[in-house]
């Protein structure tokens, strides 16, 4: 199932261009528009689910899949020593586009802290 109104619904189905780095029968992999660091794809299920919220046990080896595709795409894109990866859910998670998705973010630096500590906390 897809979501017309989705942009990565969109780029999984060829209807919008995105420089690919992977792409099977369930998942396409291709890279962010804003990278934060040099090598910065993002990981997605052609079938549209929303958020992490909305995956069920049905979606267990989808997801399982997407995330053992992580390090091949980072090391294929030259991340080499090490990257990150981040699923963001939700508004408070800051999820952008509401479409499930793994960012996969490296490069041949470190990378900056995972999360910056408010001084109010």
Not at 3 to 30: L, S
Not at 88 to 98: F, L
Request: charged content about 20%; aromatic content about 4%.
């Amino acid at each position: 199932m897809t979501d017309p109104t989705c942009i990565f619904c969109k780029i999984a189905a060829g209807q919008i261009p995105a420089r690919k780095a992977w792409e099977d029968t369930e998942v396409i992999a291709f890279h962010d528009i804003r990278p934060v660091a040099p090598v910065h794809v993002l990981i997605i299920p052609r079938r549209h689910i929303a958020t992490l919220y909305d995956a069920t046990a049905a979606d267990e080896a989808l997801l399982g899949r997407m995330l053992s595709l992580a390090p091949r795409i980072a090391r294929e894109q030259g991340a080499t020593d090490g990257f990150r990866t981040i699923v963001n859910t939700g508004r408070v998670g800051r999820q952008e586009v509401p479409h499930v998705h793994i960012h996969v973010i490296g490069g041949p630096d470190p990378l900056g802290p995972m999360i910056v500590v408010r001084k109010d906390s």
